[in-house]
Structures are given as structure tokens and as C-alpha cells.
């Protein structure tokens, strides 16, 4: 089963080896904090953004612990604190970049403001972001890409995420997630295997049903047939054909029609017969 955290492990792992999608990518890395500190429990994005920032001969401070609202005093969760000097980023335009700058961009984006998670129901992801035109933003930009998201307000902050496994493929691939796509793609394909697999079993089921239901009738039919001898006086191909279900209760209609040898049209019309038989005699 694929976890959320190995598909950020992937995308901390890549190392652009162009200087300018090393910069998209650490402007995404902020794109959601609203100023130059970056907070985060993954030691992985943490270590990502002074990387990049180091790369760059742009200022950073080391990672520093830094208490969450919730836990402060606790002493039980800590986020890691990046700072960086955002003015040394300088200006950056997603319309004037080129592909592999937005991939890095969105690549940043996810492990900074990002979170993804696999449910029963299917995959997740979410950007949390602090204001409403970072969210407004990231949306457009991920439109952009043919990558449809959604917008909501969640306790004060503003939420981008996809929720549709196509969507969220889509976006795993354009940031370099391979190994995450491969796996939805198996957990995809596994789960068309199975539900057409179920519907096979359900059919056949069915199927077995309706035999074994159609065969009692029929034996019932014969046996009152013999009873009141009005089987004796029946035809030979119907008195054959009562002595060969009997002989083979559980057979389906194709397997009494190769014993009998004739057309499973021929069977069921025989068999139909014998059941029509017995009730006119008790109208």
C-alpha cells in the first residue's frame, strides 16, 4: 500500500539541475507561507529548502524547532522553522517560465503548503494556504496545467485540493512522482480487476440459481408425471429427456443437450414441455 509520506520522500529526493527550477521550486516552497519562514514537521522539505537556498547563494538559517499552536508548552509536536531571504528570490512569473520551471514550482508548492493522503474512497491532496489570493493563485496555475482543483475556507485558512484519481495522477506526474503514479496506477488497475471480478462471480451466481431452481421445477414435474403415468405414455424424445435429467440433477443445458445430442434449444423446449404438462393437469 502506497503512504503519503513516501510520495513526499520521492519529490524532497529530486535535485533540479538547472538553477533556475531550483528557484521556482523554493519560491513554491513559500508560495503558501505568506512571508521568508517556511514551517514544517517534514524533515525532508526542511532539508529541501535550505538545500536549494544554499544552491543558490541565497541566506538561510539552519532549521530551528519551533512549537505548534497547538502543542506550545507541551512539548509534544514541533515544527521545523526555515527562514530565507525572500528578496534575494527576486521576481517570478508563472507565465513566463518555462515547463520544467512550473513543474518545479508545484513540485515546491506540495512539500511547503501540501499534504497528500490515500482513504478506502480514494486519493487526496490539499495546499493550505494562508490568504485567499495564494489560493486563488495556486488554482489558476494548476488549471493551467489541465489540473482541475477546488477552493475552501477551513478554520481560517484557505484550502486548494483534488480529490479525482485522474486529477491527482496527473499532478504527481507533472512533479516528477513516478514511483507515485506507477502505484495509483496498480491500485487503480487492481481495483477494475476486482470489482470486474466480482461481477463475474455475482453473474455466475445468478446463473447457478436460476439452474438449480429451473432443474427442481423440472424434477418435480417428472415425478408427478410418473406418478399419475401420465409419463409413460409421453413421447420417446421426452420420456429420453425426463430419464437424462434425472440421471444428471445438477446438469446446466448445455451439458444435458451434449448427452442427449441435441441443441440446448431442443433441451429447454423438452424440459419447458414436461413442466407445462403438469400444470395443466392440475388447472
Given amino acids: ?53 544554499s544552491s543558490l547563494g541565497i541566506r538561510v538559517e539552519p532549521p530551528r524547532p519551533a512549537a505548534t499552536d497547538g502543542a506550545r508548552g507541551t512539548g509534544q509536536r514541533h515544527h521545523l522553522s526555515v ?23 508545484l513540485r515546491g508548492a506540495l512539500l511547503g503548503s501540501g499534504s497528500i493522503s ?7 491532496v490539499e495546499f493550505v494556504l494562508r490568504d485567499a489570493a495564494a489560493a486563488a493563485m495556486l488554482q489558476e ?39 507515485g503514479v506507477l502505484e495509483l496506477e496498480i491500485q487503480r488497475v487492481g481495483a477494475d480487476v476486482r470489482s470486474r471480478l466480482n461481477r463475474l462471480i455475482n453473474a455466475e451466481e445468478a446463473n447457478l440459481g436460476r439452474t438449480v431452481r429451473a432443474a427442481d421445477r423440472q424434477l418435480g414435474a417428472i415425478d408427478r408425471l410418473e406418478r399419475d403415468g401420465t409419463l409413460a405414455r409421453l413421447a420417446p424424445t421426452l420420456r429420453e429427456t425426463a430419464a437424462t435429467r434425472r440421471r444428471m440433477p445438477d446438469a446446466d443445458l448445455e451439458s444435458l443437450a451434449t448427452a442427449l445430442g441435441v441443441s440446448r434449444s431442443a433441451v429447454n423446449h423438452r424440459l419447458r414441455r414436461l413442466v407445462e404438462l403438469t400444470d395443466e393437469e392440475h388447472r
Avoid at 503512504?3 to 535535485?15: D, S, T
Avoid at 527550477?21 to 517534514?42: N, V
Avoid at 488549471?143 to 499532478?171: C, F, P, W
Fill in 118 to 124: 490515500f482513504t478506502p474512497s480514494g486519493p487526496h
Fill in 83 to 105: 527562514r530565507v531571504d525572500r528578496d534575494a528570490l527576486g521576481t517570478w512569473q508563472w507565465h513566463q517560465a518555462p515547463a520544467c520551471d512550473r513543474r518545479s514550482f
Fill in 1 to 53: 500500500m502506497l503512504l503519503a509520506g513516501e510520495v513526499k520522500g520521492e519529490l524532497a529526493r529530486i535535485q533540479p539541475a538547472r538553477p533556475c527550477c531550483r528557484r521556482a521550486e523554493l519560491i513554491g516552497l513559500f508560495h503558501g507561507t505568506g512571508g521568508d519562514r517556511l514551517r514544517t514537521l517534514d524533515h525532508a522539505t526542511a532539508r529541501t529548502a535550505v538545500h536549494l537556498a
Fill in 141 to 179: 496555475l494548476l488549471a493551467d496545467m489541465d489540473v482541475r482543483a477546488a477552493v475552501s475556507l477551513r478554520r481560517g485558512h484557505h484550502v486548494v485540493y483534488l480529490k479525482g484519481q485522474d486529477e491527482i495522477v496527473a499532478l504527481l506526474g507533472l512533479m516528477g512522482a513516478n514511483r
